[in-house]
């Protein structure tokens, strides 16, 4: 997978004459920016909590079905009301993962796996930020979408509407002409991975859910288990078994990486030991201590589950020496991932553009970007509770120069980059305009309920110059090129099309961003100044 990446990144670089992007440290890196003319402040200028506000926003924009009373995005409306129909089942809600209309099942079930996470990890801050009410709401709406789905114990529906079809249309979700289509997994077309990441999501929003709602936290509890022994026992690729989703979310680390994921969170939910012992008996022959990963996405999970355990065997909730020593391995192979980003590494760490942002792919970057924060800011947390450093190859880590440059690739994200762009679309005073999104791009169903057909919104409103109608606010779009470089165009979908999955991890970043006193409570503040100077 790293030489993938690699090879990836190389080929970027050709295809825009460029030079290896330039590796920055000490006065040679403050040199480097000054001669970019840079003008953007890279401290103390954004509203963190305003962020988090907007990054929640984002998933009312990608509901599909009934839109509640409450519903803030006023631009929308109900949609998909029939799915699942023809199957004979209620497959009606959940959400769009990015600018079409197809309910693909494994980024939906790894965006609520992330939105969970950041509720465990900082519900203090998104509470005090006023927040936890619309976390909890974006997390609900995909679970009570799951809870449908999982129509029989060996049974979850995996996808609505196809890719295919829904590429040729550009039209409002509230028009949809398209197919809806819906494919299923069960015991004769298995698919570990969707399963096991949906255990996971369902796993740790029981977690979320504990203290608020212990009924609807048992229920997916209840889902949780039996979808990781459907996983477990009937064991294969779901893009085997539904294979028109393999041009759009096609499983490439296979399925191992999901089982391992979904026991850690089952064990994160229940305290069982059989989900400990599973994720050590199955540590090698599943690769958990044996790739080393520089990625964290909705297709590859090794870096969240050597996270996870690396955490289990801080915290001491091993039984025995045995459990540890491979507890122990997980940690180095996560200790790996944070090093390779940290640029850390002998020889094998992750690209960055010349501004410094992490460069892993051409398409769509800003998703391991955001996943990559979010790992940082939780790994300096634990390594900080129990006073531990980080060794790397190339030097030992604080817990601090974690957040430093978790908190530094955000503030890039938010404006501090060399093109002054908001990649949050709705903050700050720049941001991209043109979103590749059909419902953004064409004037609100809700101010003229005029049916727009499939070709129509590509012959009347994809081609326009002017800005989208609607403000697809917090969504994270795909980001700049490897030299910084974005053209803010909606037919540039590589660069402009946003996806929940972007948005989902950056939730507990901005929460923790959102709680600290800049000049006090910042524990990256005092170990690189040159993340926190203005130019």
């Known amino acids: 997978m790293e030489e993938e990446t690699t090879a990836t990144t190389t080929q970027c670089r050709r295809q825009v004459g460029a030079p290896k992007p330039l590796r920055f440290s000490g006065k040679c890196r403050l040199l480097i920016f000054f001669s970019f003319s840079v003008t953007w402040t890279l401290a103390g200028a954004f509203d963190y909590a305003d962020a988090l506000s907007k990054s929640l926003l984002y998933f009312?924009?990608?509901?599909?079905?009934?839109?509640?009373?409450?519903?803030?995005?006023?631009?929308?409306?109900?949609?998909?009301?029939?799915?699942?129909?023809?199957?004979?089942?209620?497959?009606?809600?959940?959400?769009?993962?990015?600018?079409?209309?197809?309910?693909?099942?494994?980024?939906?079930?790894?965006?609520?796996?992330?939105?969970?996470?950041?509720?465990?990890?900082?519900?203090?801050?998104?509470?005090?930020?006023g927040e936890l009410e619309h976390a909890l709401e974006a997390i609900k709406w995909g679970t009570d979408y799951f809870i449908k789905a999982h129509t029989s114990p060996n049974v979850l529906w995996a996808e609505v509407g196809d890719g295919d079809t829904d590429h040729y249309c550009w039209q409002r979700p509230e028009d949809m002409t398209t197919s809806r289509q819906a494919y299923k997994i069960d015991e004769s077309s298995p698919g570990s991975d969707l399963a096991g990441e949906t255990a996971a999501a369902m796993a740790a929003a029981s977690i979320v859910f504990r203290k608020t709602n212990r009924h609807y936290s048992h229920l997916l509890l209840h889902h949780a288990q039996?979808?990781?022994?459907?996983?477990?026992?009937?064991r294969g690729k779901y893009d085997g078994s539904v294979g028109i989703v393999k041009n759009y979310y096609a499983s490439v680390s296979g399925y191992k990486d999901e089982l391992l994921w979904?026991?850690?969170?089952?064990?994160?939910?229940?305290?069982?030991?059989?989900?400990?012992?599973?994720?050590?008996?199955?540590?090698?022959?599943?690769g958990g201590i044996g790739w080393a990963i520089s990625e964290f996405s909705w297709d590859v999970k090794y870096a969240g589950v050597q996270l996870i355990a690396s955490k289990v065997l801080m915290e001491g909730r091993h039984k025995n020496g045995d459990e540890a020593k491979i507890l122990k391995q997980y940690q180095s192979k996560a200790e790996y991932y944070l090093c390779t980003i940290l640029n850390k590494n002998n020889?094998?760490?992750?690209?960055?553009?010349?501004?410094?942002?992490?460069f892993v792919r051409q398409w769509n970057n800003m998703q391991y970007v955001s996943t990559a924060s979010f790992l940082l800011t939780v790994y300096s947390d634990y390594l900080r509770r129990s006073n531990h450093r980080?060794?790397?190859?190339?030097?030992?880590?604080?817990?601090?120069?974690?957040?430093?440059?978790a908190k530094q690739q955000t503030d890039y994200i938010l404006g501090a980059n060399p093109q002054n762009m908001s990649y949050l679309v709705g903050f700050g005073p720049k941001f991209p305009t043109r979103v590749h999104h059909r419902g953004a791009s064409i004037e609100s169903y809700r101010e003229n309920k005029a049916f727009i057909g499939c070709t129509q919104g590509y012959d009347n409103w994809y081609g326009r110059q002017d800005p989208n109608p609607n403000v697809l606010v917090g969504a994270v779009v795909g980001g700049p090129d490897c030299e910084d470089n974005f053209a803010d165009e909606r037919g540039n979908y590589m660069q402009t099309e946003a996806c929940t999955y972007n948005t989902a991890p950056l939730v507990g970043v901005f929460a923790k961003l959102s709680q600290l006193d800049d000049s006090e409570s910042d524990p990256g503040q005092t170990q690189d100044?040159?993340?926190?100077?203005?130019?």
């Open 390 to 405: 980080l060794n790397c190859p190339g030097g030992t880590v604080e817990a601090g120069d974690l957040f430093a440059l």
């Open 60 to 129: 009312e924009s990608q509901r599909s079905g009934r839109l509640p009373y409450n519903q803030r995005v006023t631009w929308r409306d109900h949609s998909g009301l029939t799915d699942g129909l023809e199957q004979g089942v209620d497959l009606v809600g959940g959400y769009y993962d990015a600018g079409d209309h197809v309910k693909f099942g494994l980024p939906m079930a790894f965006t609520v796996t992330m939105l969970s996470w950041s509720v465990i990890e900082y519900r203090r801050e998104i509470e005090a930020a």
């Open 226 to 234: 039996q979808l990781f022994e459907f996983g477990e026992k009937f």
């Open 529 to 535: 100044p040159l993340l926190h100077a203005s130019y």
């Open 347 to 358: 020889g094998s760490n992750v690209e960055r553009t010349p501004a410094g942002l992490l």
């Open 262 to 286: 979904g026991a850690l969170w089952l064990y994160e939910a229940t305290d069982n030991e059989q989900y400990l012992e599973y994720v050590v008996k199955k540590a090698h022959c599943f």
